[in-house]
């Protein structure tokens, strides 16, 4: 290849990148809650259609090729990370105590975007709760939000510990269901 070839592949690269890369970004920016993983997809995906422009690979339609591309990436992305469970995350603040869901909030000191946020999670959260059969929300509560054991709600209710358990998986499993379109809608603007 020649100069003048690959200052025009170059030029043709940078002209897809200019007309495609804020809606690229944005794409991704609605699949993937972290910033700094939505920069290091895009430059993925740009860095792969250099590769694929340099090996001279034949793309027909480049925009489509390239949110395949991303797609594929956050697809990665994702299996890479595991994915932590609500109940399985032991929270504690820097003296060991043990933070309430309270703490585990945007603060509503934090500006409007977080005090919306917080209080969209809260109503969510509450109605949520109140969709629970009882059993599964009494036990929820008494253990997520009161921080009682289930040896001590046992002892109380007379209901056996696994019952209790099997109570609480039950409203962890429905809680995450219907709160997880809430986080999608809020990650994704």
């Known amino acids: ?6 200052t025009e592949q170059d030029r043709k690269i940078s002209a897809v990148i200019a007309r ?4 690229l970004r944005n794409f991704i920016r609605k699949r993937v809650p972290i910033e700094a993983d939505v920069e290091d997809l895009v430059q993925e995906v740009f860095y ?3 590769a694929a422009n340099r090996l001279l690979t034949p793309i027909d339609y480049v925009t489509g090729w390239l949110f395949q591309v991303a797609r594929n990436r ?3 992305l994702f299996r890479k990370k595991k994915p932590e469970n609500f109940t399985d995350t032991s929270a504690m603040d820097e003296d060991g105590e043990l933070l309430r869901i309270e703490d585990l909030l945007p603060s509503s000191d934090a500006g409007p975007d977080a ?3 917080r209080n969209v999670l809260l109503d969510e959260l509450e109605e949520a709760l ?5 059993e599964q929300r009494e036990v929820f509560v008494a253990h997520e939000v009161e921080g009682r054991s289930f040896k001590e709600l046992s002892a109380e209710s007379g209901v056996n510990v696994n019952t209790l358990l099997s109570r ?7 809680l995450r269901e219907r709160l997880q379109s809430i986080h999608d809608e809020i990650t994704e603007n």
């Open 1 to 6: 290849m020649n100069i003048t070839a690959i």
């Open 20 to 23: 495609e890369g804020s809606r």
């Open 48 to 50: 792969e259609l250099v």
């Open 74 to 76: 956050i697809t990665d």
């Open 115 to 117: 005090l919306f946020v």
């Open 130 to 134: 109140g969709d629970l059969p009882d």
């Open 168 to 174: 609480k998986r039950y409203a962890v499993l429905a």
